[in-house]
């Protein structure tokens, strides 16, 4: 029972184009929001996170969608580089001491140039 | 400044013996986290310790896991016997204090093969 849920393993997008990566989660008492990049051999870097306070949260080329509702998160990318190439991983908790984060399966990214 | 270090960064076994993965935190970081990454199911926690002190081993699969965290700067995680099921990337993280970003700084890595 994977409480965050990443439903699509892999995107393709061309460079300069718009890449959304989605999130879902199913625990109400999430309240902080992170998404994670990962290159191959390298472990996973912090990208852009939210809090359940906002519904969005930009950050250059990168911005960050929350509905709480619909327990959706997503991440945009504009415009998409060769070099955004990588496995995105969703990350949720509720933001206090004392607990971690939960992550989704992750999404791979692929931009071609 | 040094990041998360994790060693060894490859280790290839037989099923049956013991493994052990080792992690030197972030200086001064309170939080340590050890999360295994498979296709199947991602990147999945198994333990994480707050000042050396375990507070949540609920992911740990089997008996035959276990860590530790003897002082603020080193942990191991230990798998014996271990199963060709082990076969994964164990990922090391740490973080100073939840804060308000939870953001984990992550080490590079042990990736096992277990045949």
């Known amino acids: 029972d994977q409480q965050v849920k990443q439903n699509s393993p892999s995107l393709s997008v061309q460079e300069g184009r718009i890449s959304i990566l989605n999130c879902d989660y199913t625990?109400?008492?999430?309240?902080?929001f992170l998404w994670y990049k990962k290159y191959p051999a390298e472990g996973p870097t912090f990208l852009i996170s939210i809090s359940s306070i906002k519904d969005k949260n930009e950050d250059g080329r990168f911005t960050v969608f929350l509905n709480k509702s619909a327990k959706h998160l997503s991440l945009h990318i504009v415009p998409s580089q060769p070099g955004d190439s990588a496995v995105y991983f969703c990350a949720a908790s509720r933001n206090q001491a004392g607990t971690a984060l939960i992550f989704g399966k992750g999404t791979t990214l692929s931009v071609s140039s | 400044d040094a990041g998360v270090i994790q060693s060894p960064r490859h280790e290839v076994t037989e099923m049956g013996q013991e493994v052990t993965l080792r992690c030197k935190p972030i200086s001064g970081h309170d939080y340590l986290f050890w999360y295994r990454q498979t296709m199947m199911r991602g990147l999945e926690l198994l333990i994480y310790?707050?000042?050396?002190?375990?507070?949540?081993d609920s992911g740990m699969p089997e008996d035959r896991f276990s860590a530790k965290m003897p002082n603020a700067s080193f942990s191991t995680l230990k798998i014996q016997p271990s199963e060709p099921r082990d076969s994964a990337v164990y990922f090391c993280a740490s973080i100073l204090d939840r804060g308000v970003t939870g953001e984990l700084f992550f080490g590079e890595g042990s990736r096992l093969t277990v045949l």
């Open positions: 310790f707050n000042n050396n002190v375990p507070i949540d």
């Open positions: 625990n109400s008492m999430f309240d902080y």
